[in-house]
């Protein structure tokens, strides 16, 4: 059964700082990761599936990488909206989130 | 544009049923998978099962086995999620999400586009 974590739990941060967000997937998940940006009172939002690839209107200050048990979220320069909490999510078999970080303002 | 529109909050007793609806536009709804995910209050997601609209099978968590059903109504472009035996912790927000579609590999398990989320209260 794999198990999905992610590092930190809480992120703080300054507006304009770059924010590098961690996923581990205890057994190699090949590109299956899907990253998810949650605003309270909101349904999740996809950003990154396959690994790397944004999704649809997705500011390109979002990237991802990784592949295998190990990736990142990367926000190059945050921006006010951006503080919320991020899932990482593997489809490598039937879905399974992360914990999920909070990245919070500093 | 693709909108998935949900049903409104419940409150139910233990022991009873709910069922969520998940009315689906903008899109062919039968040419999408639809998944059903919670989220307890203050806690993080939880995948429950899977439909695949076309062919009508479907695939739940193990968590959930024997609670849940998961049905679609493709003249109203419609899924339903019904979970059963309800407890309190099963107080959460319950989402339809459509399963993404990646342009290489075709049909995947990512979520493109999510409902507004429904409000489950169980409570005696």
């Known amino acids: 059964e794999i198990v999905m974590t992610q590092s930190p739990a809480t992120l703080s941060v300054s507006p304009g700082e770059r924010a590098t967000l961690s996923c581990r997937a205890s057994?190699?998940?090949?590109?299956?990761l899907a990253w998810y940006q949650q605003k309270p009172g909101q349904a999740p939002r996809l950003l990154i599936y396959g690994a790397s690839t944004r999704a649809t209107g997705i500011p390109a200050r979002f990237s991802g990488s990784g592949s295998g048990t190990e990736f990142t979220l990367t926000i190059s320069s945050l921006q006010s909206e951006d503080f919320a909490v991020y899932y990482c999510?593997?489809?490598?078999?039937?879905?399974?989130f992360g914990p999920g970080t909070k990245v919070d303002i500093k | 544009q693709v909108q998935l529109v949900q049903s409104g909050a419940e409150v139910k007793k233990p022991g009873a049923s709910v069922k969520v609806s998940c009315k689906a536009s903008g899109y062919t709804f039968t040419t999408y998978a639809m998944h059903w995910v919670r989220q307890a209050p203050g806690q993080g997601l939880e995948w429950m099962g899977w439909?695949?609209?076309?062919?009508?099978?479907?695939k739940h968590s193990q968590k959930f086995q024997g609670r849940v059903t998961i049905t679609t109504d493709t003249s109203a472009s419609t899924a339903y999620m019904e979970l059963s035996s309800l407890r309190s912790q099963d107080t959460a927000i319950y989402y339809c999400?459509?399963?993404?579609?990646?342009?290489?590999?075709?049909?995947?398990?990512?979520?493109?586009?999510w409902g507004q989320g429904t409000l489950v209260t169980v409570s005696s």
């Open positions: 057994q190699t998940i090949s590109s299956n």
């Open positions: 999510q593997q489809y490598n078999t039937w879905p399974l």
């Open positions: 999400a459509r399963e993404g579609r990646d342009p290489i590999v075709g049909a995947t398990h990512y979520f493109d586009y």
């Open positions: 439909i695949n609209v076309g062919k009508g099978n479907t």
